[in-house]
């Protein structure tokens, strides 16, 4: 059913009615019409109710159509209606936001019912718990090996958890588990519900807090979580007192809106958002970033787009990646006891034509940055020890690392012929070194023959032969990597921490009604419960009592502080 309503005040109407020339049409059944006409008073008023079918299974609009008729001078008077369950900025609906709530995109095409399905708070839950029980079996799962490695690790005869095989690994990407479709399609599922939620649930919210509406019954305002009457009081200099509180106050009569503390419900939103970054940031790591490691000894260049590979579809080489890394130099310090405490190593970067461009000693936590590519300092080792034989030399031995039992400790180990090197049974001197500060030796027989350190220049004779060690050549252990997606990832965090901050403001409403000499004050919010009844008594103690009975006359105005 649709209504029409028709109201004008005719300025001159002679002695006959004004022709409403209303023509007949077949769509219209059922219809009614009123008429009410006085010469005297010169109005004419009447209403027009009817039925519209619908054609070709149109729905009929549900708006309310106002149609004016024109008097005499042919001007037609504005018309304005006032319906019950209107609120401010510009009287806009409450069930009008509602049905608003959805909005445009993407999101708009998709059904009510799946988006429903997708926010579901359980349901996100449960993809966190995913996304970190997949992050925790890739730290377990050493990441980056050889086949071989997990056909030995997981074997078949005897899988972990009793099922868990190598197959297991390989098929479904656990051997890159950050890149692997299956983590990736869980972060995708995770920021899916992120977004849906935002969309169906935060976004309508932050909608209803920025209306603000006014209360006409004093019953209604005492029903709030707060309430209070103020005998003797003006609602105005209650607006007063709230807006010195950091309110906004809205006045409309002698009815009375504040709030404070709207960022409180966009926080959410922006809590969604970062990590949705973070995500994203995280994707981008996975997919479009390069990595690699080498172990340079002391004197040696490399050249970094030879060390780094791709880790997804998205990786794309830069003009960096043509830079040539020469190690200066290798040094470690020790603690007192003799561990080692820290390893350095002094860099030089070149460009395609052969000129410096940077220079930085590197160390573990102070890595080098230099075009998008960030070389960390991870490993050691002693690549050679500079030998002089019977003031011969030097000569450069090759050490090599010994197995200690599966133990953390290091170990390097090398071996100079004395006699016949064609003999099939060639003896020698085995030379063995934790660090980069000492040397034990041992003659061909196997038995201790000393300890010397490097650069001493201090010889020791074993087995009839005068030895000198020179100097220990350490190795310099490096990481190389670019990550396009470490400054998403810092942003989100940043973002995450601001908004989870700013979540815990309070959002407060407040209602006013002048009734006759009192105020009738209602509030609520949603956080600090406990403290809201104090913090509002605290503001009505501070609005003044009225001296004159008599209450203020109030201009049917919409007014603002």
């Known amino acids: 059913m649709e209504t029409l309503k028709i109201s004008s005040r005719m300025s001159h109407v002679q002695n006959?009615?004004?022709?409403?020339?209303?023509?007949?049409?077949?769509?219209?059944?059922?219809?009614r019409i009123l008429g009410v006409y006085s010469s005297k008073g010169r109005t004419l008023s009447f209403t027009l109710t009817c039925k519209l079918n619908t054609v070709k299974g149109n729905q009929p609009s549900k708006e309310k159509r106002r149609i004016s008729v024109p008097g005499a001078d042919g001007a037609a008077p504005p018309v304005v209606e006032a319906e019950e369950g209107s609120v401010g900025n510009g009287g806009r609906k409450v069930e009008e936001m509602k049905n608003s709530a959805v909005g445009s995109g993407l999101f708009k095409k998709l059904p009510r019912k799946f988006l429903g399905i997708l926010s579901n708070l359980p349901l996100a839950i449960a993809e966190m718990f995913a996304v970190a029980a997949l992050m925790a079996l890739g730290t377990f799962i050493d990441q980056g090996k050889a086949p071989d490695y997990y056909f030995q690790k997981f074997p078949e005869d005897h899988p972990p958890l009793g099922f868990f095989t190598?197959?297991?690994?390989?098929?479904?990407?656990?051997?890159?588990?950050?890149?692997s479709p299956v983590f990736l399609g869980t972060l995708a599922l995770?920021?899916?519900?992120?977004?849906?939620?935002?969309?169906?649930?935060?976004?309508?919210?932050?909608?209803?807090?920025?209306?603000?509406?006014?209360?006409?019954s004093a019953e209604t305002i005492r029903k709030q979580e707060y309430a209070d009457t103020l005998p003797r009081a003006s609602v105005k200099d209650l607006g007063v007192i709230l807006m010195g509180d950091g309110y906004e106050v809205f006045l409309k009569g002698p009815a009375l809106y504040a709030f404070k503390g709207l960022a409180g419900r966009f926080a959410p939103i922006g809590v969604h958002l970062s990590l949705l970054l973070v995500m994203s940031g995280g994707t981008l790591s996975a997919v479009g970033s390069f990595r690699g490691a080498v172990t340079v000894p002391q004197g040696l260049n490399f050249v970094a787009g030879d060390v780094l590979a791709p880790s997804?579809?998205?990786?794309?080489?830069?003009?960096?990646?043509?830079?040539?890394?020469?190690?200066?130099?290798?040094?470690?310090?020790?603690y007192d006891s003799g561990e080692v405490l820290q390893f350095h190593t002094d860099l030089s970067l070149f460009d395609i034509n052969g000129k410096e461009v940077m220079r930085k000693t590197i160390s573990v936590n102070d890595p080098l940055r230099y075009g998008g590519i960030t070389i960390y300092q991870t490993d050691w080792s002693?690549?050679?020890?500079?030998?002089?034989?019977?003031?011969?030399?030097?000569?450069?031995?090759?050490?090599?690392?010994?197995?200690?039992?599966?133990?953390?400790?290091?170990?390097?180990?090398t071996f100079l012929p004395v006699g016949d090197d064609n003999s099939p049974n060639v003896k020698g001197i085995s030379m063995l070194a934790r660090d980069l500060q000492s040397v034990i030796l041992y003659d061909k027989e196997g038995k201790f023959a000393g300890v010397r350190r490097p650069n001493s220049n201090l010889p020791i004779e074993i087995d009839g032969t005068k030895i000198v060690i020179a100097d220990a050549i350490g190795s310099s252990g490096l990481d190389l990597k670019t990550d396009p997606g470490v400054p998403v990832v810092y942003a989100g965090f940043g973002a995450l921490m601001l908004t989870?901050?700013?979540?815990?403001?309070?959002?407060?409403?407040?209602?006013?009604?002048?009734?006759?000499?009192?105020?009738v004050v209602g509030g609520k919010t949603n956080r600090?419960?406990?403290?809201?009844?104090?913090?509002?008594?605290?503001?009505?103690?501070?609005?003044?009592?009225?001296?004159?009975?008599?209450?203020?006359?109030?201009?049917?105005?919409l007014g603002g502080f």
Not at 16 to 31: A, C, D, V
Not at 382 to 408: R, T, Y
């Open 16 to 31: 006959q009615i004004l022709p409403l020339n209303i023509k007949p049409y077949p769509l219209i059944h059922n219809s």
């Open 166 to 179: 190598w197959r297991w690994v390989l098929t479904l990407g656990f051997d890159h588990m950050f890149s």
């Open 190 to 216: 995770l920021g899916a519900s992120l977004m849906a939620c935002t969309y169906t649930t935060q976004i309508p919210l932050v909608k209803v807090a920025r209306r603000w509406s006014f209360l006409q």
């Open 312 to 334: 997804g579809f998205l990786s794309t080489p830069s003009d960096a990646f043509n830079t040539e890394i020469h190690v200066n130099r290798f040094s470690m310090d020790y």
């Open 382 to 413: 002693i690549s050679a020890l500079q030998v002089l034989k019977d003031d011969e030399g030097p000569f450069n031995l090759a050490m090599a690392p010994l197995q200690l039992n599966g133990g953390d400790k290091k170990l390097f180990g």
């Open 500 to 519: 989870t901050c700013i979540s815990y403001l309070s959002h407060t409403q407040l209602w006013a009604l002048q009734d006759g000499t009192s105020v």
């Open 528 to 557: 600090a419960k406990g403290e809201f009844p104090d913090t509002m008594n605290g503001l009505l103690d501070q609005v003044p009592e009225l001296v004159e009975s008599s209450s203020p006359e109030e201009p049917n105005t």
